[in-house]
């Protein structure tokens, strides 16, 4: 099986569940390393089945370096992993330099997690108009010096970072902001193979992550971008020589892709076909673990409400059906709907691909005068760091 090499962590199958706002807390990494394990099985086959199975690398929500260094409450929350989860990884936003390397001090020397990747490619409006995620890396010194800062803090933690090709067509990124990794000490680079206006529209460019690989050959480059199965994966890294795989989406309603995964980087052609009736079981584990992680079952099931449509696709649930699961408030109904489904669907054809976000072109909400200069980065307000952890 193929070994990526983050720091001193081996990761086996090279692949890294992307942070996902709202989606990549710990219920949903306790859900996609038990497939990754085998702790379900296959296709209805006993859990345990796969002998030692496989892990992966597992990262939180993003979570924002100014409200981590003030212990926000609901951030300090988002950064709790149990005890199995090694190793232990969190995702940094920031767009000051400083904060950056206090948060990443404050990692290290409380043992908060034990690897740091950091975040270059949120393309949301409310995150780019303040000159972060996919906007900074146009600000070449800008982006230095919180990678410089970022890495200093962290001491002997490795730090990573994701970004995108760019912030548009006539403003592509990547291949400077790589060089710029590598000589401030990055572990590693995943790299979305999109622009930021196209948000998650269109195509891919995996011929960028080909790019990227071969322009920084001295650490391990992840491609991103349109893995919808463990097939995807395979085909990505043959065909583009990256290291390893980031998926995102493509995991959405299938935690069992982890599963597929771990098979795929085996060799072996075995993947998941669960009828609705095993889907269904992963539901309930899934509404009944955000419940004991937020510690109160109603609101785990609200918060499960958005998972529904993505657990549900291409079955034959119907639009009533899918209302009142998206409604339901207790386990107890949540089991009764699931109880009154067709449980006994196989798995349909045609229920992989896009999922979750699929808008196309968008227009980049920057600061005033952003582009008027890659090096000047002056028109970072006082106000640009977020105050809240999560997207």
């Not at 303040?130 to 890495?151: C, D, F, T």
């Not at 680079?189 to 080909?210: F, K």
């Not at 227009?363 to 999560?390: I, K, M, N």
Request: glycine share 12%; aromatic share 6%.
């Amino acid at each position: 099986m193929t070994l990526l090499q983050i720091g001193p962590h081996s990761v086996q199958p090279p692949v890294v569940l992307a942070p996902m706002a709202g989606i990549t807390n710990a219920p949903f990494r306790t859900l996609c390393r038990e497939f990754a394990e085998g702790a379900w099985g296959y296709g209805g086959r006993p859990p345990g089945d796969r002998g030692s199975g496989g892990k992966g690398l597992f990262v939180s929500e993003m979570i924002t370096t100014r409200a981590l260094v003030e212990r926000d409450a609901k951030t300090m929350r988002l950064i709790h992993f149990d005890g199995t989860e090694k190793p232990r990884s969190i995702q940094l936003y920031g767009v000051d330099p400083g904060t950056v390397g206090r948060a990443a001090r404050m990692i290290a020397d409380e043992d908060l997690a034990d690897h740091i990747d950091l975040n270059f490619g949120c393309p949301v409006p409310k995150v780019t108009r303040k000159g972060g995620g996919s906007a900074l890396p146009y600000k070449r010194n800008l982006l230095r010096s919180i990678l410089r800062e970022a890495v200093a803090g962290a001491g002997g933690l490795p730090v990573t970072m994701k970004m995108r090709k760019g912030i548009d067509d006539d403003h592509l990124t990547y291949l400077d902001a790589g060089r710029i990794a590598v000589e401030e000490g990055v572990t590693a680079i995943a790299l979305h193979g999109r622009t930021a206006a196209q948000h998650y529209g269109g195509q891919a460019d995996w011929e960028a992550i080909a790019r990227l690989k071969e322009a920084v050959p001295e650490v391990p480059v992840l491609g991103n971008g349109d893995i919808w199965s463990a097939d995807d994966a395979v085909r990505m890294m043959r065909e583009t020589g990256c290291d390893g795989v980031v998926v995102g989406r493509g995991c959405l309603g299938r935690p069992w892709l982890f599963g597929d995964l771990v098979a795929a980087f085996e060799g072996t052609g075995e993947r998941a076909a669960p009828a609705l009736k095993e889907v269904a079981l992963v539901m309930r584990r899934h509404a009944e673990l955000l419940g004991e992680w937020l510690e109160d079952e109603a609101r785990g099931v609200i918060d499960f409400r958005k998972h529904v449509a993505w657990y549900t696709k291409g079955f034959s649930v119907g639009s009533e059906m899918r209302k009142r699961l998206a409604i339901a408030s207790s386990l107890a109904e949540l089991d009764d709907l699931l109880g009154a489904l067709d449980l006994d669907q196989p798995w349909p054809v045609g229920a992989d691909g896009p999922r979750g976000r699929t808008s196309g072109r968008h227009r980049v909400v920057l600061p005033d005068g952003w582009l008027d200069d890659p090096y000047d980065a002056s028109c970072v307000t006082a106000d640009a760091e977020l105050d809240t952890s999560g997207g």
